[in-house]
């Protein structure tokens, strides 16, 4: 993915008002029981996009929490999010890269991230920066989408022509993170499901927050060729022998 159509492809995303991973509330609840976050805990989410996770972090689970994420209109409509939904004083933003984090070592319990290192070449110097800014004991976790197994050439062009990234399985996950040095790892794949992604995108955003991301949707297409494009390969390119090869991952690891 060149740096050119990465940074047009997450100002499309941005304009939108909504980030997605798929496993969507089911894939975060898990990511929140696999890294023992819990009340009072200090979580940096790495590619918070507009910070739907970091606020329901400090709703629900009551922890404090730093989001990231490489794009300014992300940050701008996180802190939009976090003032609208009352956790001003919980939650912090900033840009910045996950591959050089802006912070100490050893100051989070938690590193998490949400479909961020499929974007990534270089997987391994990411992993490398969460593990330095998390706490001796302290977990490093992701969803990612991961192959359920090998796809054909045909596959995997359309899925990198899709997101614009490269998965892995769930051997290549775990073993990225160990190679890194992380201890305990644990995670596994899951299939895709239609309709729990779409009740989680309801969960996460509410039924006014949907409405207006559908419009910005089509106020972009009618207006934009390159939006038009990314609808085309990120929507259009979705297909039943496409989901039957390709899921999503929960993993988490402990630093030693």
């Known amino acids: 993915m060149s740096s050119e159509i990465a940074r047009d492809y997450f100002e499309f995303i941005a304009n939108l008002g909504m980030t997605k991973h798929y496993g969507s509330m089911e894939a975060t609840r898990e990511l929140v029981e696999l890294c023992r976050i819990g009340n009072g805990k200090y979580v940096l989410d790495v590619g918070c996009g507009v910070g739907a996770t970091p606020c329901y972090l400090a709703k629900a689970v009551g922890c404090r929490v730093m989001g990231i994420d490489l794009v300014d209109k992300m940050i701008e409509q996180s802190r939009e999010r976090a003032k609208a939904e009352g956790v001003e004083d919980r939650v912090e933003f900033k840009v910045a890269d996950a591959r050089k984090l802006p912070f100490e070592d050893n100051l989070f319990d938690a590193v998490i991230m949400e479909s961020v290192n499929i974007f990534f070449d270089d997987k391994s110097q990411a992993m490398r920066e969460y593990i330095r800014v998390a706490k001796p004991g302290g977990y490093v976790g992701m969803t990612e989408m991961t192959w359920l197994k090998s796809p054909s050439p045909e596959l995997e062009a359309t899925f990198k022509s899709m997101v614009y990234a490269q998965a892995l399985d769930v051997s290549g996950w775990k073993d990225l993170m160990e190679e890194a040095g992380l201890m305990d790892i ?34 972009m297409v009618l207006s934009d060729r390159r939006s038009r494009q990314f609808m085309r390969d990120g929507v259009g390119a979705v297909s039943k022998d496409l989901l039957d090869v390709v899921g999503y991952g929960v993993y988490a690891g402990r630093k030693g």
């Open 186 to 219: 644990v995670g596994s794949a899951h299939r895709i499901d239609i309709t729990l992604e779409s009740k989680g995108r309801f969960e996460r955003y509410g039924r006014w927050g949907i409405m207006k991301v559908l419009l910005k949707t089509l106020a």
